[in-house]
């Protein structure tokens, strides 16, 4: 199988289990399946620049963008926060779990071999350890944004405070203007 059918499935075949969602869980995660995507192109623009890895290969025409960042972050985010979300340990156990798979066989060893990926810079453990980090800003970021979606039931510090003016008496308000 050549790179480019490998990379391309990574970009593309994981949005095919999104059929597999609930709808409401789609709008729920798909910002942190966002943010997720963006800011490990962030880190792996970082990575690159600091000589931490070296892309090989990419999908054409995406140039130093990695197809697993767009594709196959993206949805698998999603998926691990409808299964553990709310259960912190839970969902850190799932990610450290996922990441010894990426950092330690697919960064390691699978996309070297093919020629795709490399590190050449930092060890695989130092590359697990940023995205244990990486982890937890997404996990953070979930929490703040179901923050900003649940309307808040607190009160101000002024209460229920009523208008200052004296209600008009009935005899008052019937009373046409121009009299």
Known sequence: ???QV????????????????????VKRYMPVGLFSAVTSAIIGDVGVTLGFWVHRETAYPLHSLMPFDIGLNLVLTMWVFIFTYRRFWMYMITNAILDIGFDFFLFQYY????????LVGISPF?????????????YGYQMWQEGILVRSERTTFLGN????????????ENKPDDE
């Open 161 to 172: 405070l009523q208008p200052a003016t004296k209600p008009l008496s009935r005899d008052q």
């Open 126 to 138: 130092q590359s697990y350890l940023i995205t244990l980090g990486h982890a937890l800003v997404i």
């Open 111 to 118: 996309f070297p071999s093919r020629d795709i990926f490399n």
């Open 1 to 3: 199988m050549s790179n």
């Open 6 to 25: 490998i990379l391309w499935s990574m970009l593309l075949t994981p949005f095919l289990t999104l059929f597999f969602m609930k709808k409401e869980d």
